[in-house]
């Protein structure tokens, strides 16, 4: 069948769950047998957020052909197990750039270069480039923001332009916020009858609404609102709050929305969507009745966002291990030897971060040394296992001012470093090692245990690698580097085989597990920390 295109848009307010609602239609589609794939949208002039730090994006998600990501096309691979690339993830400052790269060219032919029709068409090419394939039949494009930002403005007309190209083949479902005055004990509609209305103005009328509450919208409540956005009353749904992401497509199901948007869009017919490994999950997250504390170690805790791909690969590893999830945030920038006993000692199992710069350091080394030396299960993420390195370098190996070249350009000993290549490259998103690289695992190591082969694919966001120069000494004193980059020999696991489960991966194995496919070093990690749960209470009853 030809190509559907679903447009997903925001009103009211931001952080509603477009990324959500979007993931959650991909799902129940893919379910059905469709071929599916979804992109996002950003307004932001940045080229792709790799350079914003946490506190003003959240976490940055890696796609396997190395594009820095928003964290949203993290939901859509955990909700789909569908790969992204750069083609699913696209800034105004793409856009921009490539239309100021073709100008430069003279492909305007001398024409002055507008907002419209070059920007949009700029727009457009990038929503249709993934339907040229002809590999899908619905691409679900969530465009960022808020209906009614400047900065959306250009997004939202090439959509108002493709409505009308793509006719019967394309749909728009606004999502928007019905809030729940308390002193008047009442949903008020208003903001989302404002919301549809700034979008009819920009010639957009959305076919679906979502709307987002935390109490029940009444039926009478929801044709009141068809009836003054021109929708279709059954083509009203509401995303009410609940315990866990993961139900909001079977919630999205119960009412019907992938079927509204087979119908809308004349998508050829499917059968009912087989949702029972999805329902297996949930099942085992509701029947769960032990709780396995992780304590997670890193600079950026206060935010839910920062970590959220290793949030989630966590609560899946424990759901599929029977058991509910307790996760603690640390502080690493307040994490001291004074204080690290009370913070640490009743943990199950810690996760030492990854990030960048030299802030927290130091609290990560102190969780590192007083895990290692209590043999608490421990799993080092790419900063975290360069502080994996540097914490025994300095305490084991006796140089006690060992360091990364990135925190300390004059150490005497840089046990983590740059590689050589790497050494001239001055622009921030040059960085070389993002994407999947291949990794070979020592037979017999923890890591290919958890695996089950010894040789794996995973994500990397780094620059800053294992200096070989002392992997002897490391192998010596106990830290064995069992996982390397077959063809460059850079190290990329480390683990100390002597320990219950002291592991760290230059590599970021959260990108990769999804909700039917959890990682295995996740699995591995949390299993290993329910056996030290487990000894721990044999000990004290």
Known sequence: ?????????????????????????????????????????????????????????????????????????????????????????????RIYQSVIDKERRGDYLGKTVQIVPHITDEIKRAVKALGNTGNFDFIITEIGGVVGDIESLPFLEAVRQLRWELGDNSLCIHLTYVPYIAAAKELKTKPTQHSVK??????????VLVLRTERDITPEVRRKIALFCNVA?????????????????????????DNIVIRETHAAPAHEPDMAPWMRFLDKMDSAKDTVTIGLVGKYVELQDAYKSINESLL?????????LHLIFIHSEKLTEANVEAQL??????????????????????????????????????????????????????????????????????????????????????TMRLGAYDCRLAPGSKAAEAYGTTHVRE???????????????????????????????????????????????????????????????????????????????????
């Open 233 to 257: 009353p059954d083509a009203v749904f509401q995303s009410i709050d609940v315990d866990t992401i993961y139900r909001v497509p079977l919630k999205m199901h119960e009412q019907g929305l």
């Open 1 to 93: 069948m030809e190509t559907k295109y679903i447009f997903v848009t925001g009103g009211v307010v931001s952080s509603l769950g477009k990324g959500i609602i979007s993931s959650s239609l991909a799902c129940l589609l893919k379910a059905r047998g469709y071929r599916v794939t979804i992109q996002k949208f950003d307004p932001y002039i940045n080229i792709d957020p790799g350079t914003l730090n946490p506190y003003e994006h959240g976490e940055c998600y890696v796609t396997v052909d190395g594009h820095e990501a928003d964290l949203d096309l993290g939901h859509y691979e955990r909700f789909t197990d569908i790969q992204t690339t750069r083609a699913n993830n696209v800034t105004t400052g």
């Open 459 to 541: 994500r990397h966001r780094h620059r800053f690698e294992f200096n070989d120069d002392y992997r002897e000494q490391f192998e010596k004193a106990g830290m064995a580097c069992v996982g390397e980059n077959p063809d460059t020999h850079l190290v990329e696991v480390v683990e100390i085989p002597s320990k219950r489960w002291f592991v760290g991966t230059q590599y970021h194995p959260e990108y990769t597990s999804t909700v039917l496919n959890p990682n295995p070093l996740f699995l591995s990690f949390v299993r290993a920390a329910i056996e030290y749960r487990d000894e721990k209470h044999q000990v004290n009853s």
């Open 198 to 207: 700034k979008l009819q103005e920009l010639g957009i009328q959305p076919d």
């Open 316 to 324: 899946q590893a424990a759901t599929y291990a029977d058991h509910k």
């Open 345 to 430: 000692s009743a943990l199950d199992g810690v996760v030492i971060a990854p990030g960048f710069g030299q802030r927290g350091i130091e609290g990560k080394f102190v969780a590192l040394k007083y895990c290692r030396e209590h043999d608490i299960p421990t799993f080092g993420i790419c900063l975290g296992m360069q502080c994996m390195v540097i914490e025994f370098a300095r305490n084991v190996l006796g140089l006690e001012d060992a360091n990364s070249t990135e925190m300390d350009h004059a150490t005497a000993h840089n046990v983590i470093d740059l590689m050589e290549e790497q050494k001239s490259i001055s622009n921030m998103g040059g």
